[in-house]
């Protein structure tokens, strides 16, 4: 580690602290209490017990066979850290995944047994969920537990243990179920390149108390080798399964990044740079086969550390399916799933970029076949938006959605797109959607987008280059909205303010600041602002708000100016350090 990044990770403990450290016999103690007696040693079955006491899935890449694997393994009692903290995801109304990774002192080809616990406050005097688990180097010593039998909408503190080695205390939260709570509000992130700045975003957001959840939509890591603010490791671009997996561990080290995961539960898709830049199902932009290998080889080594290392939810079959012990993002690494948010919203969450896109072939093409989804997901879109019964419809996916061209003139008559990487380049899918939204007349339906590096928010027509097809004044042929989060950390290009000049329904722009975006949604409305900080230095006093802040009303399906909405009363706790 460099002097500035010795400098900085002594000054984020400062600002942050550390994760408390607790003896063994207070672990032991909250344990055999919480869990009505039941003391760690008896529940080394725990994981899969009928009793509720200590149920849990232990869930890992490929964790059919090999969770049998490390199971059968010899228990090692080499001191271990907790180096990378914890994690959260995926929240249904009954469970949640919970993540952590052990740092073992020395080599080993034996499992070390981790045992955790989940409670109702944050001194774990109500112990709720309990058990152990083993982890080993066949899945980089992370651990990922599925824990159910939760109550709905409800905060839980978590925590974990090997050894004398105690965990830093993480915070979740589950989802609603039908009405326990009329508002949602979420942080939504991007973009967050390791060597373009400091993560001041993420130790921002997570001083928010109130907030359910956060979405991040990809490029949560780069797999370039540069070094500018900081500097990547390892020093190159990564192609291999131990490329990826060293990736994500500086990543999780930020003290940052650390803990916006240690306080609120994530959901989580990927865009290209978890894999390469322009990356698609059968290639990518940046893979030089000749040097850099079979790309089915890299893609399932990198789908597989993906879920190695992040708090996601395993497919029900999560066997090794591509080479080399890897994970097909079309198969046992599919991403695009449905969480449902009560009656309030359901958000559908989408992978643009490896489970069915073709590659990248300009915007003149519009078929079946130039697909940014594949069939297999875009009819399970189309089915889970008609189904929905939730107020809002919420697409939570990685690229730039509504139609914006450089040349507003119809499709036939000379049109010119910004962006072929983006949905523009992949017209027929997104043909799909508006049709579905118009012959089964819905309403509510917003897009979430990240990759671009800016702000942006736009009404969403099916074409504003058609005259009559949309007025910009009252929206009328708007069918839902579009909100963009700017990067956590990454230069964006001077282009989308100078696109809105041609195309009126492009309602806001920013591609200056970097940050997170805030959606507050209630049955009436659904709200984006954003705010923006720093990331050439560490600071976490400078966020400020931006001056424009949208909403969309229930029924209407176009953006209008808004003040900013107030914080949530009297929110959980946040978990100590």
């Given at each position: 580690m460099?002097?500035?990044n010795?400098?900085y990770?002594k000054?984020i403990?400062?600002?942050l602290?550390h994760?408390r450290?607790?003896s063994?016999?207070g672990?032991l103690?909250t344990s055999?209490i919480?869990a009505?007696?039941l ?10 017990s009928?009793?509720l006491?200590?149920?849990?899935q232990?869930?890992?890449a490929g ?6 694997e490390?199971d ?5 009692n ?6 990378h903290?914890?994690?959260?995801g995926?929240?249904l109304?009954?469970?949640?995944i919970?993540?952590?990774?052990v ?5 080993t080809?034996?499992?070390i ?5 989940m409670a ?9 969920r309990?058990g ?5 180097a066949?899945?980089?010593y992370?651990?990922k537990?599925?824990?159910?039998g939760?109550?709905?909408?409800t905060t839980?503190?978590y925590?974990f ?6 965990s830093p205390t ?12 009329d508002r949602i509000?979420?942080a ?5 390149n ?8 993420y ?8 907030l ?15 070094a500018i603010i ?7 671009e ?12 500086q ?18 898709t990927w865009d290209?740079?978890e894999t390469t ?5 059968d290639g990518a932009e ?5 040097t850099?290998g079979?790309?089915q ?6 789908v597989?550390?993906?879920f190695e ?10 066997e ?11 198969g046992?690494?599919?991403?695009f ?8 919203a359901t958000?559908?969450?989408l992978?643009?970029?490896l489970?069915g ?6 915007t003149?093409?519009?078929s ?6 594949g069939k297999?997901?875009?009819e ?5 938006m008609k189904?929905?019964q939730?107020e809002?419809?919420v ?6 959605f509504?139609?914006?061209k450089?040349?507003?003139?119809p499709d ?6 910004v962006?072929?990487?983006?949905w523009?380049g992949?017209r ?18 917003t897009?979430?987008?990240?990759d ?14 058609l005259l009559g097809?949309y ?5 009328a042929?708007?069918?839902g ?6 990067a956590?950390a ?5 282009i989308w303010t100078a ?7 492009l309602k806001?722009a ?5 940050g997170?975006?805030?959606?507050d ?7 984006a ?16 708000p931006?001056l424009v802040?949208l909403r ?6 176009n ?5 900013r909405t107030?914080s949530?009363v009297?929110p959980?706790?946040?978990a100590p350090t």
């Amino acid at each position: 580690m460099g002097s500035k990044n010795r400098r900085y990770s002594k000054s984020i403990s400062k600002r942050l602290g550390h994760g408390r450290l607790i003896s063994r016999r207070g672990f032991l103690k909250t344990s055999v209490i919480g869990a009505g007696g039941l003391s760690l040693a008896s529940q080394l079955s725990g994981c899969g017990s009928e009793d509720l006491s200590t149920s849990a899935q232990t869930t890992a890449a490929g964790n059919n066979t090999q969770a049998r694997e490390i199971d059968a393994l010899a228990v090692d009692n080499i001191l271990v850290e907790f180096k990378h903290s914890v994690a959260s995801g995926d929240p249904l109304s009954d469970r949640v995944i919970i993540w952590t990774r052990v740092n073992p002192s020395q080599a080993t080809e034996r499992a070390i047994l981790v045992s955790w616990e989940m409670a109702l406050d944050p001194g774990f005097s109500q112990v709720v969920r309990s058990g152990n688990t083993k982890t080993a180097a066949q899945r980089d010593y992370t651990v990922k537990l599925d824990v159910d039998g939760l109550k709905p909408y409800t905060t839980y503190y978590y925590r974990f243990k090997s050894g004398d080695a105690v965990s830093p205390t993480g915070r979740t939260k589950t989802a609603p179920i039908s009405n326990e709570t009329d508002r949602i509000r979420a942080a939504v992130v991007a973009c967050s390149n390791y060597v373009a700045g400091y993560f001041n975003a993420y130790g921002l957001l997570a001083r928010r108390a109130d907030l359910d959840l956060v979405f991040h939509l990809g490029d949560y890591i780069y797999e370039t080798g540069d070094a500018i603010i900081r500097a990547h490791r390892p020093a190159r671009e990564i192609v291999s399964l131990a490329d990826y997996r060293e990736r994500y561990a500086q990543y999780r080290e930020d003290p940052f990044l650390q803990e916006a995961h240690r306080q609120h539960p994530w959901v989580v898709t990927w865009d290209d740079h978890e894999t390469t830049n322009n990356s698609y199902n059968d290639g990518a932009e940046n893979h030089q086969p000749d040097t850099e290998g079979d790309w089915q080889v890299r893609k399932g080594q990198a789908v597989r550390a993906y879920f190695e290392w992040m708090p996601i939810r395993e497919n029900s079959s999560s066997e090794f399916d591509a080479p080399e012990k890897g994970l097909k993002p079309e198969g046992n690494g599919k991403v695009f799933r449905t969480i449902r948010y009560g009656d309030v919203a359901t958000f559908l969450v989408l992978d643009t970029r490896l489970a069915g896109r073709v590659m990248q072939n300009g915007t003149a093409i519009v078929s079946e076949e130039q697909t940014i989804l594949g069939k297999e997901q875009r009819e399970w879109l189309l089915s889970e938006m008609k189904n929905n019964q939730a107020e809002w419809t919420v697409v939570a996916q990685q690229m730039t959605f509504g139609p914006v061209k450089a040349v507003p003139l119809p499709d036939d008559s000379g049109a010119q797109y910004v962006n072929s990487d983006a949905w523009d380049g992949y017209r027929f899918d997104r043909n799909a959607i508006f049709d579905c939204i118009e012959e089964n007349n819905l309403k509510n339906f917003t897009v979430l987008s990240g990759d671009i590096h800016a702000t942006i928010a736009m009404d969403l027509p099916r074409d504003a280059g058609l005259l009559g097809g949309y007025n910009p004044l009252t929206g009328a042929g708007s069918l839902g909205v579009e909100l963009c989060c700017n990067a956590v950390a990454n230069p964006g290009l001077p282009i989308w303010t100078a696109a809105r000049t041609v195309n009126p329904h492009l309602k806001h722009a920013n591609e200056i600041d970097n940050g997170y975006m805030l959606i507050d949604i209630t049955r009436d409305s659904l709200q984006a602002e954003w705010y923006y900080n720093l990331i050439r230095t560490i600071d976490l006093t400078q966020e400020r708000p931006d001056l424009v802040s949208l909403r969309t009303v229930s029924g209407t399906n176009n953006l209008l100016p808004s003040s900013r909405t107030e914080s949530k009363v009297n929110p959980p706790q946040l978990a100590p350090t």
